[in-house]
RNA sequence: GCCCCCGUAGCUCAACGGACAGAGCACCUGCCUUCUAAGCAGAUGGUUGUGGGUUCGAAUCCCGCCGGGGGCGCCA
């Protein structure tokens, strides 16, 4: 937000330096005085020291004591900008400069800044890059686990934060609606349960699960199978290869009994999307990409990137390290093709990509997938490196670790997994017995959406506040914490900004724009705000790094900012002039709340 | 064999190459007739796995080692 004032006196170090026989500073970066209780801007003179002393060394071999001279510069350096207008004083220490804010006439244009942009405060300059996030990419026929959650929940937040920060924003998830998992439901299904169908949309989409893992288990061969068994099971596997097989040559009746099967998990993933916030701009199924990706592989070939192994029995693949030039093992070599002329996943991403270049015009495309698909993400990009396409040098694969249970990894096929719904509806049960504790006033009908709110805001913010490559555990306590370093204790630090003010709208405060901060601002006021003044710069450092992780870290520091202005400043009861200002910092407060709780996708309630 | 990720307080995790490595949980002590205690303050807790290197400065970058996880031509 001071970029402005950091960039004139950045203006004014590098005429210093001139003047007194420095090296040009390549940087002068800026950032925030550290310890509370003052607030302002600070920049370091170690590197120009540094510089300095190998122009010295070079010249007469003498060494020189670098944290000194960068003391020593910046101390003139404070002295030569002597007064500078806006800052209250400037001082040196230890090689740093730091100028502090005049704390009344900043504070007022933060606040005000926030309130004018409103909804907005934070957001970025309109920027010409249009991003894709492809994100939530689950099969059909399965029902939707903790794993997809965190998924869903990651790219989300990632899509909305390169929206805030600017960029024009794609939201893609590519649901995988073939292949021998989906063929293994549509058999089970019509072998034991046709004509069966549970009510309501999780029902039956859990019900899809119960199926698999039914099947799985029938047929996996056991340990101690009698002869009987084994006929069994092999009939079984007859009829499920049957399956695939009339669905591949489009045999009308598995392709009905596919499409209506698959709607039901489309119901419920849509539900999903629709409870977690989430509005798909492009839907590609795997089904619809399956037979065009074949023609990419002509192409490929064609230019020399891919080698035809099928006149030998083998398949079409592409020796990535080998057309990179490379001489060590590191992209190896991947299939495109099978040799029985049937596409593989890699087939159908390259495909996609093409189309997102071609159709979509996306300059950077960003793949929320598992960490472990790391080295296929980086064969795919390289591949299209290969293909000529610029855009791969913007292709990013936001990996995350996996979610496993304390008992070890969730497994569909064993049916060992953690529903996202069962775990959405025991958090609103908790928040609801939380409410009834605290807040029994609120009504009923109250209750019901502030509950939603909170249990998802509870699970959203476990998911964002740890580092996307990391594995986590999923604990069912931990997750549904609502103390601490949670999103309901963030959301709750908005809830006391509106109590305020709702009281001091009852009490008939008028709210009044011109305000001053014209008082001894406390530490924690100066806190806020300045954490407050950050959000902008966060958002951009955010979107550049793929990191959704620092708007969780920075919504927290916010909320912890706040309650602690909470409890050492009174704003209603202060005198007048500071019960206005202080008004006005809570609105701005809540609104930056707010708008980073936003970015991650998380609500704001009005009480709770 | 090669590649990727991780190792920070008892536990779970933060920390643009920068000033005293911070939170939460758990445990202990205080604070509700005062804007909702889903809160605040305080106490305890660290040779950032290990040995080198680069740098004025390293949890962060580079190399070795130890420990954990993941991946590596017709699965997705």
Redesign the pocket.
């Known amino acids: 937000m001071f970029e402005h004032e950091q960039q004139k006196i950045s203006e004014r170090i590098r005429s210093f330096c001139v003047q007194n026989d420095l090296p040009q500073p390549v940087e002068i970066?800026w950032?925030p005085?550290?310890?509370s209780g003052e607030w302002g801007i600070?920049t370091?003179f170690?590197?120009l020291a540094?510089q300095e002393?190998?122009q010295i060394k070079e010249r007469t071999g003498q060494g020189v004591n670098?944290?000194q001279r960068a003391q020593e510069i910046a101390a003139s350096v404070a002295e030569y900008l002597g007064k500078v207008p806006g800052f209250s004083r400037i001082e040196a220490?230890?090689?740093?400069l730091?100028l502090y804010f005049s704390s009344s006439e900043y504070a007022r244009r933060v606040v005000d800044t926030v309130l004018a942009q409103g909804r907005r405060f934070g957001a970025g300059e309109p920027k010409s890059d249009r991003v894709m996030v492809e994100y939530a990419q689950p099969n059909t026929h399965h029902s939707f686990h903790i794993g997809h959650a965190r998924n869903a929940i990651l790219g989300e937040a990632m899509a909305r934060l390169v929206e805030f920060a600017g960029y024009e924003t794609i939201r893609a998830t590519y649901p995988?609606d073939i292949?021998l998992g989906v063929i293994t439901v549509l058999w089970a299904y019509d072998r034991f349960y046709k004509g069966q169908e549970p009510q309501g949309i999780h029902e039956r989409g859990q019900w899809l699960l119960k199926i698999y893992v039914e099947a799985t288990s029938l047929l996996e061969k056991k340990e101690d199978e009698t002869e009987e068994d084994k006929k069994r099971r092999e009939s079984y596997e007859q009829e499920r290869r049957e399956m695939l097989r009339k669905w591949d040559a489009g045999d009308p009746y598995v392709r009905q009994l596919w499409k209506e099967t698959r709607q039901w998990s489309l119901d419920e993933l849509e539900d999903i999307f629709d409870i977690l916030g989430i509005h798909m701009d492009v839907w590609f199924f795997e089904s619809d990409v399956d037979e065009p990706s074949k023609a990419i592989v002509d192409e490929l070939i064609r230019l020399g990137i891919a080698e035809d192994e099928r006149p030998f029995g083998?398949?079409v693949?592409v020796k990535i390290d080998e057309k990179l030039g490379l001489k060590?093992?590191?992209y190896?070599?991947?299939?495109i093709l099978?040799?029985?002329g049937t596409t593989?996943?890699l087939t159908k991403d390259l495909a996609l990509a093409k189309v997102k270049f071609e159709r979509y015009h996306v300059d950077r495309s960003v793949y929320v997938i598992d960490v472990?698909?790391?080295?296929?993400m980086q064969q795919v990009f390289k591949i299209l490196e290969l293909w000529g396409f610029p855009q791969a040098a913007k292709c990013h694969h936001l990996g995350y670790g996996f979610v496993s249970l304390p008992e070890g990894a969730m497994s569909a096929r064993r049916g060992r997994v953690v529903l996202f719904k069962d775990v959405l509806d025991d958090a609103e049960r908790r928040?609801l017995s939380?409410?009834a504790e605290?807040?029994p006033s609120l009504s009923g009908e109250v209750r019901q959406e502030?509950a939603r709110q909170?249990g998802l805001g509870a699970l959203k913010y476990a998911m964002l506040?740890?580092?996307n490559?990391?594995?986590?555990?999923f604990d069912w306590d931990?997750a549904l914490?609502?103390?601490?370093?949670t999103g309901?204790?963030i959301q709750?630090a908005a809830?006391?900004c509106n109590?305020?003010l709702r009281?001091a709208s009852a009490e008939g405060i008028e709210l009044q724009e011109d305000v001053a901060f014209d008082y001894a601002l406390d530490a924690a006021e100066v806190q806020l705000i300045d954490l407050i003044s950050r959000m902008p710069s966060e958002v951009q450092r955010a979107a550049n790094e793929y990191k959704p992780?620092?708007i969780a870290?920075l919504a927290y520091d916010l909320a912890?900012a706040l309650?602690?202005f909470?409890?050492r400043?009174?704003?209603?009861?202060a005198e007048p002039d500071i019960r206005l200002a202080r008004l006005r910092l809570v609105m701005a407060a809540r609104q930056a709340i707010v708008n980073t709780l936003a970015i991650l996708g998380i609500e704001t309630p009005d009480?709770?």
């Open positions: 970066a950032s005085v550290p310890f600070s370091s170690f590197q540094a002393a190998r670098v944290p220490v230890k090689g740093y730091n995988g292949g083998g398949a693949i060590k093992e590191k190896r070599t991947n299939v099978r040799s029985d593989l996943y472990r698909q790391s080295l296929y928040v939380v409410i605290k807040n502030v909170v506040s740890v580092d490559n990391k594995d986590i555990v931990a914490n609502f103390d601490g370093h309901p204790y709750y809830v006391r109590s305020i009281k992780l620092t870290n912890r309650n602690d909470y409890d400043c009174p704003v209603l009861k009480a709770m």
